[in-house]
C-alpha cells in the first residue's frame, strides 16, 4: 500500500497526495503514532504550536495524563484552533487520554476537555488497582480477528448523547466510539503491530481530502449540542 491510496479506495481517492496528519506532540505517546501514520504511507506532523496545524487533513490526540495535557494546552495556546480545526470537518482521532480530551466531560470533572464528542468519560475506570491489561475487543468496523487491545490506566466511555456510535465495548463498557468526524479509542492501537485502527481514521481522512465541504456542514449541524 502506498500513501497515494489504495486500490481499494475510490477513484477519486487514488492519485491524490499523501494525507497530512498531525499529532499533538505536548506529551505522551505521539512518536508512535506518528510512526504508525508513516508507516502506513502518510505524512506525519508533530504539533506543538497553532500554526502547526495549518495545511493538515488531520490530526491525532495520543495517550498521556490528560490533566498535563490539559494545561499545555492552554500555555501553548492549542485549545480554541484545535477545536477550530475539529469543527472544520477534518478528522480527529483520540486514544486514552485524547478519548478524556475529546469528551464533552469526564465523570469526575475538575477537567476542561475539549467537547468535541458527546460523552461522558470516566478517567481511570478499570480501577486503580489494575492500572493496565491486555484484551481481545472486537471493533464493528473493521474486518478481520478482534483487536488485542492495550488499556493503560484507561477510561471508558460512561455515557453518552444519541448522536455517538459505539464502535467496541470491554467488559459491557464503551471503549470505542465516533460522532461525525471526531473518533476515539480507550485502548491504544499505536502500541501495537495491529495497524487496522489507523487505517481505519486514515480512510475517513481521506475522503474528507475529496469532500471536505460536505462533512464541515454535516459537522457542524450536529455539534451544537456538545457541552464544551
Ligand atoms: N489515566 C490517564 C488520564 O487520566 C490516561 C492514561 C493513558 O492515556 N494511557 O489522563
Request: aromatic residues 4%; charged residues 25%.
Amino acid at each position: 500500500m502506498t500513501g497515494n491510496g489504495r486500490q481499494s479506495d475510490p477513484p477519486a481517492v487514488r492519485g491524490i497526495r499523501p494525507p497530512l496528519v498531525g499529532v499533538l506532540a505536548l506529551q505522551g505517546d505521539f512518536r508512535e503514532h506518528a510512526d504508525m501514520l508513516r508507516l502506513l504511507g502518510a505524512e506525519a506532523r508533530e504539533v506543538r504550536k497553532p500554526s502547526e496545524l495549518d495545511g493538515l487533513d488531520g490530526l491525532i490526540l495520543p495517550g498521556g495524563e490528560s490533566t498535563t495535557i490539559a494545561k499545555l494546552l492552554d500555555a501553548y495556546a492549542l485549545r480554541q484552533p484545535i477545536r477550530e480545526f475539529a469543527l472544520s470537518g477534518r478528522p480527529v482521532f483520540g486514544t486514552c487520554a485524547g478519548l478524556i480530551m475529546l469528551s464533552a466531560t469526564t465523570v469526575e470533572g475538575g477537567l476542561e476537555t475539549l467537547g468535541l464528542i458527546d460523552v461522558v468519560a470516566r478517567r481511570n475506570a478499570f480501577g486503580r488497582q489494575v492500572h493496565s491489561c491486555e484484551a481481545d475487543v472486537e471493533v464493528d468496523v473493521l474486518d478481520g480477528p478482534a483487536v488485542h487491545a492495550v488499556f493503560i490506566r484507561a477510561p471508558w466511555v460512561e455515557s453518552r448523547g444519541p448522536g455517538v456510535a459505539v464502535l467496541a465495548e470491554y467488559e459491557g463498557h464503551v471503549v470505542a466510539a465516533e460522532q461525525d468526524n471526531v473518533l476515539v479509542t480507550a485502548f491504544h492501537p499505536e502500541l501495537t503491530s495491529d495497524t487496522r485502527m489507523h487505517e481505519y481514521f486514515l480512510a475517513r481522512v481521506r475522503a474528507v481530502m475529496v469532500a471536505p465541504s460536505q462533512s464541515k456542514d454535516e459537522c457542524l449541524q450536529r455539534r451544537e449540542g456538545v457541552v464544551s
